[in-house]
């Protein structure tokens, strides 16, 4: 038996080259995606602006395939998290945080992410394989259907960030896509304000993406010079502090009110002294942004604690007296392990990083940073 096209894998320009293909009229691939994506239906039979014979076609040649819910967990404060089934033991997550005036849904690029920042704890499962753009897209037809949402009707969901396991631009072609399907009108119609990719700061393919594409930026940065950053977040070796910024500034020029979400996750005694505060300051002077406080989530074996409360007002405080417009982020989820950093799913890694890390474990109990 012949193996069948997953049209989730397609944004309206895939899905017009696949049924031209077939032998169909390009126009046919705006009808499936107000199928699929605007009223949730994934039985071919069901979407009757189609031909019989088209939909017998697709019937035979492709199928709408999700990932399974294994477990959703909602946390005291709405938080959902739900862990996903992929293939061969490898499961990811998927995190709905509801506001009053927003509801956003956070979504993975990776099965477990191929970089080492210190204080995630994805980063701690090691790596498996990108996600395929059926597998991120899924992540919010999924959602959708779990919140009993049919986007064409009412819209639940009015924000996607890629911020969950793995790193977006290690990932580049399948993100571009899915986002674009996020983005297409005939599909969740959402704007480019509302669509944030998340990266750790992989310079060329930044670049790469002002090509193709405008959503939203959010940095993470963590630290404000070069030695500690080299520590936390372990690519700032090949791409340092300061070729990141000059390609940020390159992604959001052109408009003069785009800017950067700078995340930085404090860590107590680490990266939130008032030092660092006003080395952050003199750094973002003159990028626009706006600066994302984050209280470090605890995961067993981090080394890290989380900064005081006082620590991270004083923090803020000089950030806010130089300038920079702060917030300081609300752990939300943490009940049910859906704060940031704290994403896991089951991740069968080859890069044997599990290994070397109980190893290290074993030969120097509780690590001191």
């Keep these: 038996m012949h193996k069948k096209v997953n049209l989730l894998n397609f944004d309206r320009q895939g899905l017009e080259a696949y049924f031209s293909e077939i032998g169909e009229k390009p126009f046919r691939a ?99 394989r990108n996600l395929t753009t059926a597998e991120i897209i899924s992540q919010v037809v999924i959602a959708n259907r779990a919140l009993k949402c049919i986007p064409r009707n009412e819209r639940v969901i009015s924000n996607v960030v890629l911020m969950g396991m793995g790193e977006p631009l290690l990932n580049f072609d399948n993100v571009v896509a899915a986002m674009n399907i996020m983005l297409e009108d005939n599909a969740y119609g959402l704007s480019k304000r509302r669509v944030t990719l998340s990266t750790s700061g992989v310079v ?110 004083r923090f803020r405080n000089i950030v806010v007296k130089g300038g920079l417009v702060t917030t300081t982020r609300k752990t939300r989820g943490e009940d049910i392990d859906a704060a940031c950093g704290q994403l896991a799913g089951k991740v069968l890694d080859k890069t044997k990083r599990n290994i070397r890390r109980k190893e290290k474990e074993e030969l120097s109990p509780g690590r001191t940073v």
């Design 30 to 128: 705006a009808q499936v995606l107000k199928w699929i994506y605007q009223f949730g239906v994934d039985d071919f039979n069901e979407m009757n602006n189609l031909s019989k014979s088209l939909r017998e076609k697709l019937s035979n040649e492709a199928e709408i395939k999700l990932p399974e819910i294994v477990t959703e967990q909602i946390s005291e404060d709405g938080t959902i998290k739900w862990l996903l089934q992929l293939d061969s033991g490898n499961s990811i997550e998927t995190v709905f945080i509801p506001e009053n005036d927003r509801g956003t849904l956070c979504i993975s690029s990776q099965v477990g992410c191929a970089l080492e920042c210190s204080f995630c704890s994805t980063a701690q499962q090691g790596f498996n």
């Design 204 to 313: 060329p393919a930044l670049d790469r993406l002002k090509e193709v594409s405008d959503v939203s930026l959010a940095l993470s940065l963590h630290a404000p010079n070069d030695e500690l950053r080299n520590e936390l977040v372990p690519i700032n070796r090949k791409y340092p502090i300061k070729e990141l910024l000059a390609a940020c500034k390159r992604y959001i020029s052109g408009e003069s009110k785009r800017k950067v979400t700078v995340e930085y996750v404090l860590l107590d005694g680490v990266n939130d002294k008032p030092e660092h505060a006003r080395q952050l300051v003199k750094l973002l002077k003159d990028l626009p942004c706006k600066i994302n406080l984050i209280p470090f989530n605890p995961f067993p074996n981090s080394g890290y604690a989380t900064s005081s409360k006082e620590a991270i007002e």
